[in-house]
């Protein structure tokens, strides 16, 4: 109001209310008293006379003693297993999904009934309720398996990983929010698109990255015949749409703008392109031995056990079901891009690979991708070789346990191996890659084939 | 092969080359007494088992260095009161023989003998113009491209003489010791 | 080797293609600094490349004209950032020289216990991010694990963690509490096993040993001709180390092998310095069973030294290779030229001509296992 030293005009009439005067105002309260920090305390270093502060306390002993002398630890221990055993208890009540599923198509059909709406009103509106839980399960998926990764990756390097992302009030276990945390920050991030891109093609990519990757899962199982859709081609359903997200990686490569990117894009190009063959041919003598494309016959395939313990998987038969299982997992790392497979981003030479110049949401889209992979390698994976929603053990307890539970546990087990890898191994060279796939996978799952009909023609299997 | 003995095949082989007049300290200095008695010699010296190039620099001898050339704040320390002694000072100290010299420096070391050789070379302050050693050792290639970044001494017959260190704008050879720097879109 | 080096697809492919040109870096991942490498591609080989230094050029040779010699420790320390020690004591056995000092045992030995740490903490550095260029993360946070605890003992002793200006002219700074000796030990039995945990999780890995050996070869007499030092030179199976070929700080009391390379192969440089790290160890065991008593500071060592006009040179094993400072007194107070023989500058060198024919992720593989830093690069 007073900026009269602007210029020599007259100051305009002050209009404003007169301030009440200071005694009138409620006086703040006065802010308790912060605890006083404690430092650790200092130690003077008498023959050099300076001041040192003792940082060594914790090391080296008594950060490696045995971790069970840690009550940290044995709490922590003690709650997993609480949470083993919490769910495995409330899935033994839910019980099978299967016949809730069959519940709520006749409700919504009595509901079409009793509206009088057309015949198509209904199974259309299951479809949709199906779509939307597939899709819920890759979002969902997106944010656990990015914590989890977080913490194993921690632990495998010696960290602790997140801790405080949740409430400030004492309910931030292990950083459970950090993931969803993240996702906010993604959202509210710029999304920038570089000058030298091709705009149309830079913004189109991600969505065709994902878009495949959600359709895949249509057939895939989540339990005992519980899948969005039963087709009878399941398996080449899966591979084929698989196939097509290369297409968004390689127009991320080219419409970006940036040389790293585009070697990133023809990197992924020619090694998803190769693996396609080696992941192919891994799966031949499981669908030799099942006899068909569809996953449900394939897990049923495997039920039964030897001896009565030993269950019929197919990755336990001798050779030719641990050769297959091997290339087929390492042929979906290699799928999902992942180290030691991880050379279209290739951090340490091309910067980020496809994804160097994406930011914000659409680079989020690439990342929910690469988990959505991960998810269905590990939901592949258990359900060709790991019997689908078998349960390992023909016992009481075991057999109790709904078939989605177990489903759920294989899925999680194998996806702790991609994420195991990931943080262990190396990268390799292209050419390496390249050899590797041509040179070594791709001929021991032609050799495999070849050992699963022997073991057909001689009834083995 | 110690230094005595080396010295005394080097003297029968080039009787031009003697001791320098200023050693560098416990190690055998030669002084060249023209440049194109450097390649012979160097020749002999790589035959003889010197053949690890260590160095190549070269020392301005004309005088102490201009430090209002360069030097933006004699006293950086704001304790000191004003009009205090400079921190930094570089002044001419009587009796040392300053001349317009630029003395060119070389070691070579062989590895089997553990020893090591410097050869000394003066080159006038104008136009130091000595023969490049890169068809002989690799290594001297971005060596000397750095003393001629910093020193000015041209290298004939150098494959590619250019600045290494210091930008391209940058005029002069900052460390003769009367460089002095030119304002550039850097400053302030 | 051969069949690596020269492409030969390209010299006989009918197939033309249009050569791509990439600036990698200065701002990249993999550079280790401020290095600029401007590679010519044609697909995924590399045609050409020319590195791009200077970035980070401070002039500290032209700074150490107008400073005195005890100030230009502290421009040392500037240098080789990630083992400032070496450095300090590079410079001040040149000026020790120079002044006619000789520094009391026991800093000598200190010196020599604090060159070897300083070893140790730039090896592990080195394979921590060498692990980071061929892809594997974790062998960085295990390495740094145990660098934290020498950079604690630095800091433990005189206040630093990365520039230490700990070696004095005539001895050292402080003398060393008996418990930081104690600590000294207690880490160096913390640390011998892990040395075979690094080999288990990175060295011998198979995917880590596809990409680097028989990667970046250089032969003895390349090596040699390139001026190579230190590991890089030892890794080629040349036997030189400054240590051992003129001694400095009572070496040759003290018993330890030089690692040597075969082949002089990207593996046979990291492997060398891995090998390092056990000799320093060996070296420090010793020096703390014999640390004499005594001062460690040499009389007589003036505030603002002027020493009689000469010429010096002095030059020790460092952590990247031999470090050399030649120093001109006019018998003023500063010197009147300093001239550092750095090892990463000299090292760099060859980057230009065995980068070619080789792939993009080659050059990460090669310029990691030279190990250069760019403070010392361009000084």
């Known amino acids: 109001m007073s900026d009269a030293s602007e210029d020599n005009k007259p100051a305009p009439p002050d209009v404003s209310p007169p301030t009440p005067p200071a005694a009138s105002v409620a006086k703040p309260l006065p802010k308790p008293a912060l605890p006083k920090p404690v430092f650790p305390e200092a130690k003077l270093n008498h023959a050099n006379g300076r001041l040192l502060t003792d940082r060594f306390a914790t090391w080296p002993q008594a950060i490696f003693d045995s971790a069970w002398s840690r009550p940290s630890y044995r709490m922590g221990a003690g709650l997993l297993a609480g949470i083993v055993i919490g769910l495995s208890v409330m899935s033994i009540f839910i019980g099978e999904l299967t016949p809730w599923g069959g519940k709520i198509y006749a409700l919504l059909e009595s509901l079409a009934r009793r509206q009088a709406l057309p015949a198509y009103v209904a199974p259309l509106v299951w479809i949709l309720i199906k779509v939307l839980i597939v899709l819920h399960i890759i979002l969902l998926n997106g944010l656990w398996a990015i914590w989890w990764e977080r913490k194993i990756s921690a632990h495998i390097q010696s960290r602790v990983g997140p801790t405080y992302a949740g409430s400030p009030k004492g309910w931030n276990f292990h950083g459970w929010a950090q993931t969803a945390i993240d996702g906010i920050k993604l959202l509210l991030k710029e999304d920038i698109t570089p000058a030298a891109a091709d705009k149309w093609v830079h913004a189109l990519a991600p969505a065709i990255v994902v878009v495949p990757c959600v359709i895949a899962f249509a057939p895939v199982l989540f339990g005992q015949n519980l899948a969005a859709a039963n087709l009878d081609i399941g398996t080449l359903y899966i591979f084929a749409f698989a196939g097509i997200t290369v297409i968004g990686v390689v127009m991320a490569g080219w419409g970006s703008g940036n040389k790293y990117s585009l070697l990133g894009g023809l990197r992924a190009a020619a090694q998803i392109v190769s693996y396609e063959l080696p992941r192919g041919f891994s799966v031949v003598p499981v669908l030799m031995f099942a006899g068909s494309l569809d996953l449900a016959v394939i897990a049923k395939a495997q039920e039964g056990y030897w001896w009565g313990v030993v269950p019929k998987w197919f990755v336990f038969y001798p050779v030719v079901g641990q050769i297959a299982f091997i290339i087929f997992l390492i042929a979906s790392i290699a799928e999902t891009n992942r180290v030691p497979f991880d050379i279209p981003e290739a951090e340490s030479e091309l910067v980020g690979g496809f994804h160097t110049e994406y930011s914000g949401m659409k680079w989020s889209i690439f990342f929910l991708t690469e988990y959505g992979y991960v998810l269905l390698g590990s939901l592949l994976l258990a359900t060709f070789f790991m019997g689908g929603g078998a349960s390992p053990l023909p016992f009481v307890p075991f057999t109790l346990i709904p078939s989605w539970l177990w489903m759920l546990a294989k899925a999680m087990l194998m996806m702790f191996v991609f994420l195991w890898v990931r943080w262990t191994l190396p990268r390799f060279r292209v050419d390496q890659l390249m050899d590797f796939c041509w040179k070594f996978l791709l001929p021991w799952s032609f050799a495999n084939v070849i050992l699963a009909g022997v073991y057909l023609a001689f009834k083995w299997a | 092969m110690n230094s005595e003995e080396l010295f005394a095949k080097i003297q029968a082989g080039f009787p031009a080359v003697e001791r320098a007049a200023i050693p560098v300290k416990d190690y055998l200095t030669l002084r060249l007494p023209a440049k194109e008695q450097l390649l012979p010699l160097t020749k002999w010296l790589r035959q003889a088992g010197y053949d690890y190039l260590e160095m190549i620099t070269a020392t301005d001898f004309k005088g102490p260095v201009d430090m209002n050339g360069y030097i933006r704040q004699p006293n950086f320390n704001p304790f000191l009161p004003e009009g205090a002694t400079p921190e930094i000072e570089s002044a001419a100290t009587a009796g040392f023989p300053y001349k317009p010299v630029i003395e060119h420096l070389w070691s070579f070391v062989s590895i089997s003998d553990k020893t090591r050789v410097f050869v000394k070379l003066e080159l006038p302050r104008e136009a130091p113009s000595v023969p490049t050693l890169t068809g002989l050792f690799k290594t001297a290639d971005w060596q000397e491209r750095e003393t001629f970044d910093l020193m000015g001494v041209i290298y004939e017959g150098h494959p590619n003489l250019t600045k290494i260190l210091t930008p391209d704008f940058l005029q002069g050879h900052p460390l003769r010791k009367d460089y002095v720097h030119i304002k550039d879109r850097f400053d302030e | ?379």
């Open chain 3, 1 to 379: 080797m051969s069949d690596i080096a020269t492409p030969p697809a390209l010299a006989t492919s009918s197939l033309k293609t249009d050569q791509m040109f990439i600036n990698m870096g200065p701002q990249h991942p993999s550079t280790h600094g401020v290095l600029r490498i401007a590679l010519t591609l044609e697909g995924e080989v590399i045609v050409k490349a020319v590195p791009d230094i200077g970035y980070l050029h401070r002039g500290t040779e032209k700074l150490a004209e107008v400073r005195g010699y005890h100030h230009c420790i502290v421009l040392t320390d500037r240098w080789d950032y990630v083992s400032a020690m070496p450095n300090n004591l590079v410079f001040c056995l040149a000026a020790e020289k120079l002044l006619g000092v000789k520094a009391p045992a026991r800093a000598d030995t200190l010196r020599v216990v604090m060159c070897e740490m300083n070893r140790i903490a730039s090896h592990l550095l080195f394979m921590g991010t060498y692990g980071i260029d061929t892809g594997a993360f974790t062998p960085f946070l295990y390495a740094f694990r145990e660098r934290e605890m020498v950079l604690d003992l630095f800091e433990m002793l005189c206040g630093a963690r990365l520039t230490y200006n700990y070696i004095r002219l005539g001895g050292v700074m402080t003398d060393v509490t008996p418990e930081w000796i104690g600590r000294l030990k207690e880490f160096l039995v913390y640390f011998k096993p892990r040395l075979d945990e690094y080999n288990t999780l990175l060295t011998f890995n198979p995917i880590f040993m596809a990409r680097t050996k028989g990667v970046g070869c250089i032969t003895p007499q390349e090596a040699v001709n390139w001026g190579l030092s230190g590991p890089n030179l030892r890794g080629s199976g040349v036997n030189y180390d400054a240590r051992k070929h003129d001694p400095y700080c009572g070496y040759e009391t003290y018993e330890f092998d030089v690692p040597l390379g075969e082949e002089g192969s990207c593996w046979d440089r990291y492997y060398c310095r891995v090998r390092e790290m056990r000799e320093s160890v060996r070296i420090i065991e010793q020096a703390l069973a014999k640390l004499p008593d005594g001062p460690v500071m040499a009389p007589g060592v003036a505030k603002v030294p002027k020493p009689a006009p000469g010429e010096s040179y002095a030059h020790v094993e460092a952590s990247r290779g031999d470090l050399g400072i030649y120093l001109v007194s006019d018998g003023g107070i500063s010197p009147f030229r300093m001239h550092v023989r750095a090892p990463s500058f000299v090292n760099l060198a060859m980057l230009e001509e065995k980068l070619v024919g080789m792939k993009v992720a080659d050059v990460i593989a090669i310029l990691g296992s030279i190990d250069i830093v760019l403070g010392e690069v361009d000084r």
